[in-house]
């Protein structure tokens, strides 16, 4: 087992500007817009900065620790399409599969064509579904929350809410999403949307496990990842942060979700949400991010190999166009500017167009309330910031950490 930690002078990172991190973002606590933010920084492969600032509980007086456990939302997105890959590794289909191949009602999807909610036309697809597709978001599926579609409405309406699905199951999912219409046929625009929960129905009937009994056997137990799943037991409910919303009209920071016994995360869900359920810890997450970066590899376990990451890693968008190129959507969890989109991940392609520092390459993705990650080969960079605050966008936290990661490379 390699050495984990090193010094930031030995890889080539200066300690004082990686101290400032804390310091940078302790502001946003003391002016009361976070209730606290966890950072860790490793550089080839070694832990070089792990810091928590503020709490996980306001008004109960916790601290942020460095076990606490987070809802990471979209930051599962990558974990279920790794999934999908192993099985993909084992010659289970291809990427070019028509999904109805495994999702038999999907066959007969449609795309929207105008009208209302209520009464609509639609039009045949131009081309099937593909696996690809909903790894790439380019399925012509949607998200309910984007408010920008009578499909979206139509979502809202079947009770399709991504993470906040309650009472159906993914098979129950996939068999109302066979009844509303496609935004548009696939491939032809990116669009954000419920297809890596598609993703994770997929895993369910390819390997013939459950979502989380696969997630848990494959992925979770052999990188050691022991506080990740889709609910927080009871005995580490107390470790739970609490989950935080700013209104977006009178820009005050409440509750949405306490850090006990009573979150929405202790009581299991029959929603296993693979583009949005999980929770986690930094450590936890960490591991998977350093599998990543080792090319599917930790202490001796292989989870993928080198080759499939590479697949994974490269801009899947046609004629290497850019999400911004392509895109269809009202919302997406990072930008889209200078940025493709691989199999799970988004691609750094331009840094100009992106208006980023960092290297080509990066690829990286975030979640809901405000956690992000990202893996810089180039630079041997991995970089993770966990906190508790919904929407994603409510603050500029994300640059704004990349810019003080990278203003401490130092060779």
């Not at 790794?82 to 099985?87: G, P």
């Not at 039009?123 to 009578?150: K, N, V």
């Not at 799970?344 to 167009?353: E, N, P, R, T, V």
């Not at 290297?359 to 993770?384: C, H, K, N, V």
Request: aromatic content about 10%; some cysteine.
């Amino acid at each position: 087992m390699q050495q984990l930690t090193a010094r930031p002078v030995d890889v080539g990172l200066d300690p004082d500007r990686l101290s400032a991190i804390p310091n940078f973002f302790g502001s946003y606590v003391d002016r009361g817009k976070l209730a606290g933010v966890s950072t860790l920084v490793a550089r080839d492969g070694k832990l070089v900065h792990f810091e928590t600032v503020g709490m996980r509980d306001t008004a109960r007086g916790l601290p942020l620790e460095k076990d606490t456990i987070f809802r990471i939302y979209s930051m599962t997105k990558p974990v279920t399409s790794l999934a999908l890959m192993m099985l993909y590794e084992e010659g289970r289909f291809q990427l070019g599969h028509e999904v109805s191949r495994y999702i038999p009602e999907f066959k007969e999807l449609r795309v929207w064509d105008g009208g209302t909610p209520e009464s609509y036309e639609t039009r045949p697809l131009a081309r099937e579904m593909t696996i690809r597709d909903l790894l790439t978001h380019t399925s012509g599926l949607t998200y309910d929350f984007m408010h920008a579609h009578p499909v979206d409405s139509m979502y809202r309406k079947a009770g399709i809410g991504g993470a906040r699905t309650q009472g159906l199951t993914l098979k129950g999912m996939v068999e109302r999403l066979a009844e509303i219409p496609l935004l548009f046929s696939p491939g032809e625009h990116w669009n954000y949307s419920v297809s890596t929960d598609v993703c994770g129905y997929l895993i369910e009937v390819l390997s013939g496990q459950s979502l989380d009994q696969f997630l848990a056997s494959r992925i979770f137990a052999p990188l050691g990842m022991d506080d990740t799943g889709f609910s927080v037991p009871v005995e580490k409910a107390h470790r739970l942060a609490t989950n935080y919303e700013k209104d977006p009209k009178t820009r005050e920071v409440r509750v949405c979700d306490m850090g006990d016994e009573t979150s929405t995360y202790v009581q299991p869900n029959s929603f296993l949400s693979g583009g949005g359920g999980l929770v986690s810890t930094q450590m936890d997450y960490f591991r998977f991010c350093r599998m990543l970066f080792n090319g599917g590899e930790l202490d001796g376990t292989r989870l993928v190999s080198r080759k499939t990451l590479e697949l994974m890693t490269m801009n899947h968008l046609p004629d290497d166009k850019t999400m911004k190129d392509m895109d269809n959507s009202a919302f997406s969890e990072t930008g889209v500017d200078g940025q493709g989109f691989g199999l799970g991940f988004s691609i750094l392609l331009d840094q100009a167009a992106a208006q980023t520092i960092g290297s080509p390459g990066i690829y990286s993705w975030g979640g809901a309330a405000s956690t992000y990650f990202w893996i810089d080969p180039a630079e041997g960079l991995i970089a993770i910031l966990m906190t508790q605050l919904m929407p994603s966008r409510a603050y500029p936290l994300r640059p704004q950490f990349q810019q003080l990661v990278y203003g401490a490379v130092s060779d």
